[in-house]
């Protein structure tokens, strides 16, 4: 499940966050698929955990909007890591419908585990 960070400036419009929710977790899916985790364009709740933030006083970027996307790293999803940030960033200029913004797509080595229970909302 990759973790979709979006800090935004306070002055952007709902509706272009609604645009951006709407949009983010395909075209997220798409710039993280790899042969360990194939996306078949069937998103299921959970598949992609968005988080929205206005940016704070202590914020320092001056982009309307920026992304950051962590996901698990895989050898395969690694490779054209810089191609993958480019498409999603374009995916974004145009759910956003402006150029003013930051991609930031990481891969850490990570480990990830749920409760049975766990249910996302």
Same mark, same amino acid.
């Given at each position: 499940?990759?973790?979709?960070? $979006?800090?935004? %400036?306070? @002055?952007?419009?709902? =509706?272009?966050?609604?645009? !951006?929710?709407? +949009? ?6 798409? =710039? ?9 364009? %069937? ?17 320092? #970027? ?5 992304? @950051? ?5 895989? +050898?395969?999803?690694? @490779? ?5 940030? %480019?498409? !999603?960033?374009?995916?974004?200029? $145009? =759910? #956003? ?7 930031? !797509?990481?891969?850490? $080595? ?7 229970? +766990?249910?996302?909302?």
């Amino acid at each position: 499940m990759p973790i979709v960070e $979006v800090t935004h %400036d306070p @002055e952007v419009p709902a =509706a272009t966050l609604q645009r !951006l929710a709407a +949009a983010l977790p395909h075209a997220v899916s798409l =710039a993280v698929e790899c042969a360990e985790e194939p996306y078949d364009g %069937d998103l299921r709740p959970g598949d992609v955990d968005l988080r929205f933030r206005p940016r704070g006083p202590y914020d320092s #970027a001056g982009l309307a909007v920026v992304v @950051e996307v962590r996901s698990k790293w895989f +050898a395969s999803r690694a @490779e054209a890591r810089q191609e993958r940030c %480019d498409r !999603l960033c374009d995916a974004v200029a $145009v =759910a #956003a419908g402006t150029t003013e913004i930051g991609v930031y !797509l990481t891969m850490p $080595v990570a480990a990830w585990a749920q409760g049975e229970d +766990a249910v996302p909302r």
